[in-house]
Structure formats: C-alpha cells, structure tokens
C-alpha cells in the first residue's frame, strides 16, 4: 500500500475533483514534518474562487494496522471529529474518508485550518501571549464537552470498545513485555497502577491523547481538537491525567497543564460545564499511567522500525525517549537523592580522528549545513538524527560507567553473582511481574532511581525531568 509521493500525487490528483465540491484540480501535495504515527499532508486545490488549502490524514506508509481498543482506525477517528463538531467542539470539517478502492491507504481529507498545533510554540509564541492566561480553563471546558457526548446517541458506542482501568494498564504492560527489552522502571510501574486502580467512574468517550500538541490554538483560543486516533470509552479522568503528564510541558515544569497554565485553573474550566469536582486522586493515577503509557508508546516506536513499513530516522529516536517517560515515573512514585555518573577518562584513543571526533563532524554537517539548506520535513528529520548522534556521543562517554553501577547495584538487590547486565535485569523484572519483589523491597526504590536517572542523562539531559529528579522529585 505505501506509494511515493508522486504516486500519491497522481491518485490525489484523479481522486480530489470527483469526492470534494467545487474542487477543479490538485496543484500541490505537501508533507508536513512529523507524524510518527500518522501522516499529515497539506493540499492545495484550485476551485472556482481561486486556490484552496485542505488537510490529509493517513496511516504512516498507508497501512493501517490491527483495530483495537487504542486504535479504532482512521474512519472512526473521522467519525469522531464529525460528532465532536456537531456537539460544539471545535473540529475541522472532514469533507472525505478514504476508500479501499483509492489505492493509497486508510486516512481522510479534512478542512484546513489556520492556527499553532506545536506545543512548544504555543508555551512561547508571542502572539499567544495575551490568551495563554486563559488556555488552561478553556482546555478544560472542552474537554468537558468531549466527556458529554451522549455515546448511545451519537452511535459512537457501536464503533468504540470499552477500556477499564485494570485492562488497560494489563494491556500496555503485556505490550511492553512482548518487545522482550527488560524495562524494570516499568514493571514497578505497572505493579503499582495495579495496586491503586480508580474505584469508580462513569463510562466516557475518552479522547486520550488530548495536550498540547493535539489541540490547535490562535490568540483568540481553542481551534481544533486533533488526533482521535487512539479513542476509546472509558474513565474520563484519563484525559485529565495525561493532559498534565510531565512529557507535554515542554520544557515548563512548573506549569503541569501543557507548559502553559495551572491545574486549578484546567478543573476549574472542566467543573465549570460538568457541575461535578473533579476527582484529584483518580487524575494522579492516571497521571502516572500518562507516563507508564507513552514510555512503552515510545518503545514500540522502536519496535516499529525495527519492522513496520516506516523506517524512518524519526522512530528510534523516539524510542530512546522512553527514558523521559521512567524518569517522571520515577519522580512521582519514588522520589529521592540520587547522583549522576562521572564520564570515563581513563579511555585511550589511538584512532586519528577519534570515533567522537567523526560522530561530532557528522553532526556539524546536519546542523550547520543540511537544515540551513532544506525545509519542511527534510530539515526536521536532519534534526532528528543529529540528535541520535547526540546520545550516541553520550553513551560513549558515560555508558561504561553507568552500566557498571547499575551491574554492582543489581548484583546487591539479587543476591546474584551474575556479571551478565542483561540477565540480571531480566532477573529483576522476572520477580516483579511474579510478585516476588515487593515494591518496597530495600534498595529497590534507590537501584531504580539511580538507573533511569543516568540514563535519561544520556537520552535527553535537557528534558526537565532530570532536573526534578535531581532536585529529589520535588515540583512534579
């Protein structure tokens, strides 16, 4: 099914006058940069009145895979955006879904829409500055509305599943052991949601991917609401939960709702359309469960390079990111002291140039010559991969060392003479999934702290997280 973009080019081109009205020809098809999961196009049209721009969302190479609670496809992600509109949310109108016929994959044509979907523009941009203040509220009242869609009526329950808290978090965590990577940060996770599920909730249409970076913005406030994708009914606190998860503040901590605002301020304008408090302890759960989600979100990621059909520089990158997900794990379950490793300098180099030297040479290259000369999504890919090299260039220099510890540590808590990093780890994540290690199982909380905390200092220094954790989890 994955065509190139000429191919797409082609088929848009004979496709578009028939199925959109008052289209007289395609005369641009464009990728935007992103889209790991899914693709997004921008479509210029000629009409009647002149050039008209439209939006296309496909499944990445056209292939979509397996229906499921997280992924009801993109013909119900269409469907949902269509309801989601006629009940006063803000939504583009979706003029066409993709049929099999098409020849280019699952996805649909919706209306353009002017306005800031990247997060960490809509923390900063300056022609934000006068409605950020008012965001967090207006996030929260439409989330509201999302949460009061009348399932049985809008036919919504026919093509949704049910999602209860306990499948989901035994889901995702069946999901992250079938990748066969020993993640132990993630087996105590998943052991404590386990331990502390919602009591009770009403059944919901869940967005679950609403944050910043889903939800397009103007100075005037809220546009769209993006990316259905991964809907699905069930607790609607899950929305509030992963709307303050730490991964979509970009870079601003202290603001747990997007980087941009307050929580009191996201459930004072959820309360205000549902009359109802909202239910702080059931968000902190899920909270938790925002990061335990998307860390395994991101190493399948990686998974999906390794064997999907979109192998593209932007996958294991973003499998390394998974770490950022621990470490705010870390900080809201077990926080404390914890240190970071000095890097090796007893290493010799006999090499002229050094491994780091032609790492660091490639890098230049990306940055200072291929970005400043491309656009779109060729320049943010070449910033992708430089930033691989990055972390390449880290683990070089402080993955001995930290692997070393780590090994020390393991072979303290098992009881193990084992030298083997990876068996020990397997070993580990062995006794948590059984039960056999407690939770609170001395020198655990410590050994996981110290693991995670050295290695999102080799992923992502920068990431805030790190510095959270650092502080001893203080401000999550």
């Known amino acids: 099914?994955?065509?190139?973009?000429?191919?797409?080019?082609?088929?848009?081109?004979?496709?578009?006058?028939?199925?959109?009205?008052?289209?007289?020809?395609?005369?641009?098809?464009?990728?935007?940069?992103?889209?790991?999961?899914?693709?997004?196009?921008?479509?210029?049209?000629?009409?009647?009145?002149?050039?008209?721009?439209?939006?296309?969302?496909?499944?990445?190479?056209?292939?979509?895979?397996?229906?499921?609670?997280?992924?009801?496809?993109?013909?119900?992600?269409?469907?949902?955006?269509?309801?989601?509109?006629?009940?006063?949310?803000?939504?583009?109108?979706?003029?066409?879904?993709?049929?099999p016929q098409d020849g280019i994959g699952a996805g649909f044509v919706m209306q353009w829409l002017e306005g800031e979907a990247l997060g960490a523009r809509i923390v900063k941009a300056p022609e934000l500055n006068a409605v950020r203040p008012q965001l967090a509220h207006m996030f929260g009242a439409t989330l509201a509305r999302i949460h009061s869609i009348d399932l049985q009526a809008t036919g919504l329950d026919q093509h949704l599943q049910h999602l209860a808290p306990e499948d989901y978090v035994r889901q995702t965590w069946e999901r992250y052991q079938a990748f066969e990577t020993p993640q132990p940060m993630i087996d105590f996770t998943a052991r404590w949601l386990l331990d502390n599920l919602p009591t009770s909730y009403t059944p919901s249409l869940v967005h679950n991917d609403y944050r910043n970076g889903n939800v397009m913005v103007d100075a005037t406030g809220i546009v769209a609401v993006l990316d259905w994708e991964v809907a699905h009914i069930g607790d609607p606190m899950r929305d509030l939960g992963w709307m303050l998860t730490h991964s979509w503040r970009f870079g601003r901590a202290h603001l747990p709702v997007g980087g941009f605002g307050a929580a009191d301020d996201f459930y004072a304008g959820y309360e205000s359309v549902t009359g109802e408090a909202v239910d702080r302890q059931a968000v902190k759960f899920w909270q938790v469960f925002g990061s335990f989600w998307w860390a395994v979100g991101c190493l399948g990621m990686a998974e999906h390079y390794r064997n999907g059909p979109d192998q593209s520089v932007e996958r294991p990158g973003i499998g390394r990111r998974s770490s950022e997900c621990q470490v705010d794990c870390v900080n809201l379950l077990i926080p404390g002291p914890v240190s970071l490793v000095e890097p090796r300098t007893d290493t010799v180099y006999i090499d002229m140039p050094r491994a780091d030297e032609l790492l660091k040479s490639v890098t230049d290259f990306l940055r200072e010559q291929v970005m400043s000369e491309t656009t779109g999504r060729t320049q943010f890919l070449a910033r992708v991969a430089g930033n691989s090299l990055d972390i390449v260039q880290r683990e070089m220099a402080l993955g001995d060392a930290a692997a070393d510890q780590e090994r020390e540590r393991l072979q303290s808590l098992l009881a193990s003479r084992d030298t083997d990093l990876m068996r020990l780890r397997e070993q580990l994540v062995q006794g948590l999934r059984e039960g056999q290690i407690d939770l609170n199982a001395p020198g655990l909380a410590e050994h996981l702290r110290a693991s995670i905390v050295n290695q999102i200092n080799i992923d992502q220094p920068r990431y805030a997280g790190l510095a959270t954790a650092l502080n001893g989890g203080e401000g999550v």
């Open 1 to 99: 099914m994955s065509a190139s973009h000429s191919e797409l080019e082609h088929i848009l081109g004979d496709l578009l006058p028939r199925v959109i009205e008052d289209c007289d020809r395609l005369t641009k098809l464009e990728r935007l940069s992103g889209g790991a999961s899914q693709e997004t196009y921008r479509i210029t049209i000629a009409s009647s009145g002149g050039e008209r721009l439209l939006a296309m969302r496909r499944a990445a190479g056209g292939e979509e895979g397996e229906i499921t609670a997280q992924h009801p496809g993109l013909a119900v992600e269409a469907l949902l955006m269509q309801v989601a509109r006629a009940q006063g949310v803000p939504e583009p109108e979706v003029h066409y879904v993709l049929q």
